[in-house]
C-alpha cells in the first residue's frame, strides 16, 4: 500500500491550500484516514482524522479553518485549509489505517510541504 500526498506549497497568511492523499495497491477497505504535520522542532501532531462514516475530528488550532474530507471509492482523502496563518507552516503527512486480514495497518505518506509566509 502507498500514500500519495500533493497540494503543499507557498501561500500568503489568509490564503488557501487543497491537500490530497491517494492510497493505491492492494487495499480492502481503509478504516480512518488522517492529516499529521510537523513543524521544525516539532513533534507529529494530529490536525485532521476522518472515519470511514464520515465522523470527523479536529485539532483544536485548525477549527474552523480546515475541512477533511474523502472519497472512499477513490481511497483518496483531502484536506482544504483556509485562513493559513505562519503557525500552520508544517510539512504535512498523510495516513491510512487499512483494514487487513490481521490486524489493521497504519500508513504513511511521503509529506508535503507547506509554507505560509506573513
Known amino acids: 500500500v502507498q500514500l500519495q500526498a500533493s497540494g503543499g506549497g507557498l501561500v500568503q497568511a489568509g490564503g488557501s491550500l487543497r491537500l490530497s492523499c491517494a492510497a493505491s495497491g492492494s487495499i480492502f477497505s481503509i478504516n480512518a484516514m488522517g492529516w499529521y504535520r510537523q513543524a521544525p522542532g516539532k513533534q507529529r501532531e494530529l490536525v485532521a482524522a476522518?472515519?470511514?462514516?464520515?465522523?470527523?475530528n479536529y485539532a483544536d488550532s485548525v477549527k474552523g479553518r480546515f475541512t477533511i474530507s474523502r472519497d472512499n471509492a477513490k481511497n483518496t482523502v483531502y484536506l482544504q485549509m483556509n485562513s493559513l496563518k505562519p503557525e500552520d507552516t508544517a510539512v504535512y503527512y498523510c495516513?491510512?489505517?487499512?483494514?487487513?486480514?490481521?490486524?489493521?495497518?497504519?500508513?504513511w505518506g511521503q509529506g508535503t510541504q507547506v509554507t505560509v509566509s506573513s
Open positions: 495516513n491510512a489505517l487499512v483494514v487487513t486480514t490481521g490486524p489493521d495497518r497504519d500508513y
Open positions: 476522518i472515519t470511514s462514516g464520515g465522523s470527523t
